[in-house]
């Protein structure tokens, strides 16, 4: 019985170690997607940004498919306090084809978290 208890203490110990805490770097209050004259406007708002680097948006016309990079890396201008809005225009689409968005927002770390897919079907 003994021995019992110590591995189960020992157990315990060992999983207690090897819990990582992860946070949320980055608070997302909405991410959107609307299309206007032809373009794909997506925007999206953060409540607060700790230790964040920049926010990258990915296109597929997949919803499972491989996701690519459009436009360059959007640096984060928002705080641990205070959020902000940021918008992109996607430009490059084709009329009447739905595409997929994802956003990425990576960390001081190089950590990244993921949102989306949104899915949107270009209209006029």
Known sequence: M?????FLILL???LSLSVTKVYAA???VYFTAKTVDLKV????????E???LYFVLLRSDQENGNYSQ???FIYTQGSSVSGLIYQYVDSDVTLNKTYYYKLEAVDENYQSQFYGPLS???RI
Not at 2 to 6: L, N, Q, V
Not at 41 to 48: K, N, P
């Open 50 to 52: 700790i230790d964040m």
């Open 120 to 122: 949107i079907t270009v």
């Open 41 to 48: 406007i997506l925007e999206w708002e953060t409540a607060s």
């Open 70 to 72: 459009i436009g360059d």
């Open 12 to 14: 315990l110990i060992t």
């Open 26 to 28: 980055v608070t997302l």
């Open 2 to 6: 003994k021995a019992k208890s110590i």
